[in-house]
């Protein structure tokens, strides 16, 4: 149980195209995602937080326009990253809580973003 | 939010019992201490979840003293599988934030 999928795994992109990365909490509800950033051989970094029907919670120094954030269901975040640039170029990891898996956060699998 | 201190890496070879210990000295009172292995490009997996005493499961046992300002993170009889990156994040439980420290790489040795 507690399983997190994220999609794609892996996307290369032109500077200033967007890129749209989905999470979904397979077999629980997930009233609360979170998003991260991890950039080599560092730790992750928080992004924001999200709450089902509610707007994101963005972290200090992260762009709320840049990063658009959508938790429209208990199932589905999305994190769209509008005119990507060469240094959006990360590892980019949704974790899920709620439900049946409220007692901590499960992570999906990330998401590698390269910006060309 | 409570910060984190970690040994940086940690060297052990297989077969052997690692004992990872992070320090949270600003742990409140309703925060809950949570371990993750990271392998590259991979997403945290979750280990192990304790409030105060001991926790064990079927892959790690963690160990919380009185004043919860420290926890340890045991491994036993560890793998060449288990290299990896260790983080003990300290926060509410569940829906909570918690912010990640700087890890572990416990690196296993044949």
């Known amino acids: 149980g507690a399983v997190v999928s994220q999609h794609p795994s892996w996307v290369i992109c032109k500077s200033g195209t967007s890129v749209k990365i989905e999470c979904r909490s397979l077999d629980f509800q997930a009233t609360t995602m979170f998003w991260y950033r991890q950039f080599p051989k560092q730790s992750l970094m928080l992004m924001a937080t999200?709450?089902?029907?509610?707007?994101?919670?963005?972290e200090q120094g992260v762009e709320k326009d840049k990063f658009l954030i959508n938790h429209a269901s208990l199932t589905l975040s999305t994190l769209t990253v509008t005119s990507a640039h060469p240094e959006d170029s990360s590892f980019y990891i949704c974790s899920a809580s709620g439900g049946e898996a409220q007692e901590t956060q499960y992570f999906g699998p990330g998401t590698r973003l390269l910006v060309l | 939010l409570a910060k984190t201190t970690q040994p940086i890496s940690m060297d052990s070879y297989e077969g052997q019992e690692v004992n990872i210990t992070c320090s949270h000295n600003n742990i409140a009172t309703n925060d809950y201490i949570t371990w993750y292995q990271q392998f590259p490009s991979q997403g945290p997996r979750f280990i192990i979840q304790g409030y105060k005493t001991k926790v064990t499961n079927e892959v790690a046992s963690l160990f919380i003293p009185a004043d919860r300002k420290s926890s340890t993170l045991s491994l036993p009889r560890v793998s060449l599988s288990d290299t990896a990156v260790y983080y003990c994040?300290?926060?509410?439980?569940?829906?909570?934030?918690?912010?990640f420290g700087d890890g572990t790489t416990l690196t296993v040795k044949p």
């Open positions: 994040l300290v926060g509410a439980k569940g829906a909570g934030k918690s912010t």
């Open positions: 999200s709450n089902e029907g509610s707007k994101a919670t963005y």
